[in-house]
């Protein structure tokens, strides 16, 4: 048996084959997307999510194929000239890189991992939407949602994109701060991947009736499709069907029992190699340390202790990018039981 504690795709949570036999017994995968049948599961799923993650009514929900294009659609609706990105790493210079694909004028703020990420920053007046990667998976910086508010605060005019893919259902956003955050579910919601979701304010909607570039997947069009329970093209129904059933899964057990249980697995790992005396947590202010996503710093060796942690049965993610010997990834998320955190922290200790 493995275990996955890479960063995502992860460990499949434990219901999921299950309701992929459910889903085949069903004949779900040969319903077309206009059918009732299909409409119930899409607004099962989407109101299920609004219920667990405590969305407000006024906010629109978005079904995509994956976190990366709701980054381009995103910008596409929500920038005519100008956006600003904090950038800490990969994920969120992505988010740049395609703002400026798209031809946007954008300004990018380099945070490094241990240097105080500056709510104070002052951005230029000239910004549509201030972009953020609230849990940065690339570095395991986290960073505290309300100083992510208080930008919403001191830029009414502006709108902020949140990306929570690899944090959500862990973190909890404060949606009156939030006009635009989306995931994957690949990740936190131990799904396969191919399937992303759009949460959208208000000001974000009114915001895109006038984009000036928006093509076909304009948030105008979207969330038309969405209030028909349905998407524009043909979606893929076993991932949203996963979904739902995944939603009413964490919903029994309470999201509040969920996020309680994610830190204290997050502890216990800090801790440990808090302790270790070899391997220490990459991120050294507990403030920005992530709760799903944490980065061990190994010296030089972790393509060595990831294959010798994989003959034991867990899989580990590398460091990423250039750090990809000398970090390790393992991710926490609802799928990992504190039993099979142990169980990792156990063999670490073999090792
Ligand atoms: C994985 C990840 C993405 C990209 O998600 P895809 O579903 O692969 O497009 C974006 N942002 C963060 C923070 C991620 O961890």
């Not at 986290?142 to 930008?151: D, E, G, H």
């Not at 076909?216 to 028909?228: E, G, I, Y």
């Not at 070899?278 to 996503?293: L, W, Y």
Request: a positive charge; charged letters at 20%.
């Amino acid at each position: 048996m493995k275990l996955f504690f890479t960063p995502g795709p992860s460990q499949l949570y434990k219901t999921v084959p299950a309701h992929i036999q459910t889903s085949l017994r069903e004949n779900l995968l040969s319903i077309s997307h206009r059918s009732a049948e299909f409409r119930n599961i899409f607004k099962s799923a989407t109101q299920g999510l609004r219920q667990l993650l405590n969305i407000p009514e006024s906010h629109e929900i978005i079904l995509t194929s994956s976190a990366t294009q709701a980054m381009e659609i995103i910008i596409r609706n929500c920038v005519n000239r100008y956006s600003t990105h904090f950038v800490g790493g990969a994920f969120a210079n992505r988010f740049f890189e395609i703002a400026t694909k798209l031809g946007k004028n954008s300004e990018k703020i380099r945070f490094e991992n241990e240097q105080i990420f500056d709510p104070e920053t002052n951005l230029s007046p000239e910004s549509e939407l201030i972009c953020f990667t609230q849990n940065e998976t690339s570095t395991g910086v986290s960073l505290n949602p309300q100083s992510i508010a208080q930008f919403r605060k001191k830029y009414p005019q502006k709108l902020v994109a949140v990306d929570i893919v690899s944090s959500c259902p862990q973190v909890e956003l404060d949606w009156n701060a939030t006009d635009i955050s989306f995931f994957s579910v690949q990740k936190g919601f131990g799904l396969p991947a191919g399937l992303g979701v759009i949460i959208l304010s208000p000001q974000a909607f009114e915001k895109s009736q006038d984009a000036t570039s928006t093509g076909f997947q304009n948030f105008p069009d979207l969330v038309k499709a969405a209030h028909l329970y349905q998407t524009i093209e043909t979606p893929n129904i076993l991932a949203i069907f996963l979904l739902d059933q995944l939603i009413k899964d964490f919903a029994k057990i309470g999201i509040a029992k969920i996020r309680a249980q994610g830190e204290a697995k997050a502890k216990l790992i800090y801790t440990f190699f808090d302790n270790h005396p070899k391997f220490t947590p990459a991120i050294k202010n507990p403030d920005f340390r992530s709760i799903t996503t944490i980065a061990i710093e190994t010296g030089s060796s972790s393509e060595d202790l990831i294959k010798r942690l994989a003959k034991k049965g867990f899989i580990l993610g590398a460091g990423y990018g250039e750090k990809r010997n000398t970090q390790l990834r393992i991710a926490n998320f609802p799928a990992h039981s504190i039993e099979d955190v142990k169980g990792l922290l156990q063999a670490f200790e073999k090792i």
